[in-house]
């Protein structure tokens, strides 16, 4: 056991939690004039990284190229997909909710699997 797996899961845990924050901030957002809504882009990038193809780079500070899964963090952007408002916001509040219903079940699955790690590391340890 090596510990990509835990690095993994714990960026996984750490976007997942972002996430989170961000679905959050859009729903109180939903009236605010002007708003924009916020995303997270994090699993296409694992999967570019998975694929062993060179990492797209928008910001000096992000991730630079490195096709290792456990370096792999998440980038925050603004959600350009969704129709504007009169008033200039662009948060669907349904695509929010089930946005975080899918990001719940992501959040469960990450730690059951850090879970099934942990015990697997016990059993060896204690044998």
């Not at 694929?51 to 797209?56: A, F, N």
């Not at 509040?93 to 990001?103: G, L």
């Amino acid at each position: 056991m090596t510990n990509i797996n835990f690095d993994l899961l714990k960026n996984s845990l750490d976007a997942v939690s972002l996430r989170q924050e961000l679905i959050a901030s859009n729903i109180s957002n939903v009236n605010t004039e002007g708003y924009k809504a916020n995303k997270l882009e994090f699993e296409s990038l694992l999967q570019q990284a998975a694929d062993g193809r060179s990492l797209h780079t928008t910001h000096a500070s992000h991730l630079g190229g490195s096709s290792n899964l456990a370096e792999v963090n998440p980038i925050l952007g603004k959600n350009t997909t969704t129709s504007v408002k009169e008033n200039g916001n662009n948060v669907d509040i349904d695509m929010e909710m089930a946005n975080q219903a899918q990001n719940t079940i992501q959040y469960q699955a990450l730690t059951a699997q850090l879970n099934a790690q942990y015990r697997r590391l016990g059993t060896i340890i204690n044998g």
